[in-house]
Each structure stands twice: as C-alpha cells, then as structure tokens.
C-alpha cells in the first residue's frame, strides 16, 4: 500500500446503503483529472479552474449522458485531508447510483482506496502522526460524550505535542552524552549531571502517568465490559433487560434459558458500557448448554467487572468464580434479586463471597435499578479518575511503545547512576527516542501501519 501512493485512490465516503446524499472522495496527482472527465459544471467552467473548498453545482456524466446531478468541491494539497490535491462528489444516496459513479472514477484512472487508506496519506504526508491517525478513527467510533472528549483531545494533536517534548528531553541529554564521548577530557556529562538527572526523571514520571492513563483511555474508547452470571433462573436476563431498558433477552421460568452469551451496549454517566447476558451456570449433560456455560466463564475473565446475580428467594451456592478471574482480582458485585419475594433483604452468604460488596434489587418490579447503575459506576469511577487530565493513551499499541520508553529509559537512568561509560548511555537514549517516536509512527514498521491502517472503515 505504502509502495504506490502517488496514484490517485477513490473510495465512498459516506455510510452504505440509501440516503439522502453520498460522498465519492478522490485523492492523488491525477484526482481533479479524474473529476475532469466525469463531471460538467452548470457554467461550463472546467474543474482545473474551479476555486477551493467551494461546491459547484453540476452533472455526473458517463459517456455525455448525465446520470446525476451533483455538487462537486475541490481541495487542492497540501490543504486537504491527505495534504494532496482532494476531490468531493456529492451525489444522490442510491447505493447503485453511488457505485456507478465510483465505477467511473476507476474507469478514469483511479484506484479503489484499501480501508483507512486516505487517512494513512495524510499520515504518511506528514499532516498528522499516528495517535491523530488513531484518534479520526476513534472519532468515527466513539460510543460517548466522554469517550468524543478524549479523542478530540488526541486529534487536536495534545497526545504528540507531549511525546515530541520528551523526545526533545532526551534528545538534549544524547547530545550531551556524544559530546562526552566526542570530548573525553571536558568531562561533559558529569558537568551536568543533575540536569540530565532531572531532566529524565521528569520524563520518566509523565511517561509512568500516561502508561497509567491507558487502562481509562482504553475503556473509554472501548466501553467497560460488565458481565452478568449467576446459576440458572436467578434473574440475569431480566436485569439485563432492567439495565437496557428493552426486553433484549428471553426470559422465562424455565431454568437454563439463556444458552449463548448476549452484548448490547449501555451509557452510564456518560461511560460507554459493554454489558453481557450469559448462560446460567450449573452441572449438565446437554451439549449445547455445555458450550453456553463455557462461553459463560470466557465472558467472565474479559470483564471489567462481574454482577453475580443470586436470587433471594431460594438461593443456592454451587458456582464458582474461575481462578483466572479472582486471580486477575476482577471486582464483583453480588447482586441479590427478587427482593419482592421476601419479608427480609439480609442473606447467610458463604464465607468465599460474604465480602464482596451487594446490592439487594427485583429486576421484574424494576426495584433498585438506578442504584444499581449507581453501584456500577462507583467501580467505574475509581477507574475514571485520571480523565481529569487531558492527554491519555487510547490503545494497546500506544501503551506497549509506551512501556517500551519507560523501560529504555530507566536502563538509562540505572548506567547513569552506576557510572558506566557513555556508549552505554547513548545506547539506551537511542532506544528511549526509537520507543517513542513508534507511539507517534514516526518509527513504526510498514507492516505495523498497514494493520493499523486496515481496521479504518473503507472511504476514511
Ligand atoms: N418475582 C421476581 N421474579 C423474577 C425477578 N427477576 C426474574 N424473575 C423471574 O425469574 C425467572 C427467570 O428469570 P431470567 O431473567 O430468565 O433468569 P436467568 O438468570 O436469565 O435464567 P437462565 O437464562 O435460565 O440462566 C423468570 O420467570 C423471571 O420472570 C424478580 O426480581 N422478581
Ligand atoms: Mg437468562
């Protein structure tokens, strides 16, 4: 993909299917050739000579005959998106019509774009760096006012800002240290010692507080993942249905209903939630129940956390949480349902769970509901507090260049303290600066772009 990107690329931009309006987008040398050749403007004023970001009203034309009408605006580089010369069609929203006219772009020389192929060349046009990349993709797929916060934040380019003003750091301190070795009898580096010593303890503590700020940033971008389970008939489903505020799930009397896992999503406070149904847990010979239960206990090691749900009114303790999940210290939150059906909220609890926090609710009276989210939140929010800083990391990737710094860093530091020679120290600087332009792509492997690259929807 990388190899080629001197040719022009058109993709849809707008969602598939019918609608009022689409947008063909055409990017590359050749985009406004392209746009030449299938578009006749009302005044007869070719598009080589139509003025930036301005739309003109006009015809799509396929072999001279029209076969929409449409607004066209161009946007020459390195003001566009891409930083190259950018053309926008803006058609009628029939998803035939649409293709037809993308069908004719490719007839007049341009490339189909892969998916995220446009961002990837203004990526690769230097017009943003790879957490902006990131961050236009998130956008697209934000799930919250909280989670639109973060990313327009990394989009407005805060996140690279902070990364080149560590690479700067440490870059003042490498000098230093080659001057060291250029100049063995000036003794550079101990002149200024406590500076370098300052300076990368400083970055070292901002990279530690991003590193920590990934776990939020992450459940943000991707909703906090909270997993009903509980023996079979205890009420799961109807809780799940309590919280959605929609019959989602089937519920019945009969125990062992549910028997796949079920996701839907869920704002709480402003914090995208992940919530899944699953299969009720208990010993049986039925196939298909089996998988449903294994699925149940896969559901529960990737949660964030877990409602056990027990029902009041005949309770029993035969499940058990995985070891996976108490070893990795999931939080839990018993939930006691069907609180309508006995006098006394207060349960015996086994001495395993009696620690956990409760909460005592009757999903089909829908009693306790909001304290329920309440409760939820509560877990959430202990999670959340870092939010109150603007710049966190959103992804795994960022978090593993990140931690990958630290560590170049703190071998740094450790040479530094233990008085090893300079090369040591310009090796792990190196290595600092390498780790930390990967987390703004500027040393990012072709093959690790292309991936990121390829998750984008198609047209962005
Ligand atoms: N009285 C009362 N009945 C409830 C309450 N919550 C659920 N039920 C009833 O309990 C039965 C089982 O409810 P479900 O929500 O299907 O239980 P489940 O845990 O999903 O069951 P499985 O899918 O079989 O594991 C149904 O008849 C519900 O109407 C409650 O708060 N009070
Ligand atoms: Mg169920």
């Known amino acids: 993909m990388i190899a080629n990107y001197h040719d022009t690329i058109a993709g849809i931009a707008t969602a598939p299917g019918e609608a009022g309006v689409s947008i063909i987008r055409l990017s590359g040398e050749s985009a406004l050739e392209v746009a030449e050749k299938l578009f006749r403007s009302k005044k007869g004023t070719s598009v080589a000579e139509l003025k930036n970001r301005l739309l003109t009203y006009g015809w799509v034309v396929k072999e001279e005959k029209t076969i929409d009408e449409a607004l066209l605006c161009v946007m020459r580089g390195p003001h566009s998106f891409t930083a190259e010369d950018v053309v926008e069609i803006h058609c009628h929203g029939g998803s035939f019509l649409t293709r037809s006219i993308l069908e004719l772009a490719l007839a007049h020389g341009a490339r189909l774009a892969t998916p995220g192929e446009f961002t990837q060349r203004a990526f690769l046009n230097g017009r943003i760096d790879l957490t902006q990349a990131e961050a236009t993709n998130d956008l697209i797929q934000a799930k919250s006012t909280l989670g639109l916060e973060m990313v327009v934040n990394q989009l407005k380019g805060k996140l690279y800002q902070k990364i080149m003003d560590f690479k700067e750091q440490i870059s003042w301190v490498l000098a230093l240290v080659n001057a060291g070795i250029d100049f063995p009898e000036e003794d550079v580096v101990f002149s200024h010692l406590e500076e370098i010593k300052s300076k990368l303890s400083h970055v070292a503590v901002e990279l530690k507080q991003l590193i920590h700020s990934a776990d939020t940033g992450i459940m943000v971008r991707e909703g906090y993942k909270v997993v009903l389970v509980g023996e079979p008939n205890v009420g799961k489903s109807s809780i799940m249905n309590a919280l959605l505020g929609e019959a989602r799930a089937i519920v019945t009397k009969i125990p062992g209903t549910t028997r796949d896992t079920i996701e839907e999503s869920c704002i709480i406070e402003g914090i995208p939630i992940s919530l899944t149904d699953t299969a009720g847990i208990r010993e049986t010979d039925d196939f298909v129940e089996k998988e ?34 108490t070893e990795r210290k999931v939080p839990v939150l018993l939930v006691t349902n069907k609180s309508d059906l006995v006098e006394a909220v207060e349960l015996t609890l086994p001495t395993a769970i009696q620690n956990y926090p409760k909460i005592a609710i009757s999903a089909k009276k829908e009693q306790e509901i909001d304290r329920l989210k309440q409760k939820i939140f509560q877990f959430i929010s202990g999670k959340v507090g870092a939010l109150a800083e603007d710049t966190m990391l959103t992804n795994l990737r960022q978090k593993q260049a990140s931690e990958a710094a630290l560590l170049a860093l703190q071998e740094a530091t450790q040479a530094l303290e233990d008085g090893m020679g300079e090369e040591f120290l310009t090796v792990d600087l190196t290595q600092t600066l390498h780790a930390l332009g990967d987390i703004v792509g500027e040393t990012t492997p072709d093959d690790m772009l292309n991936r990121i690259f390829s998750q984008f929807c198609i047209g962005k």
């Open 292 to 325: 449903g239960i294994n699925r149940s206990f896969s559901a529960m090691t990737k949660a964030d956390l877990i409602l056990w749900v027990i029902d009041m009114e005949s309770p029993t303790f035969t499940m058990a949480l995985p070891e996976e999940v």
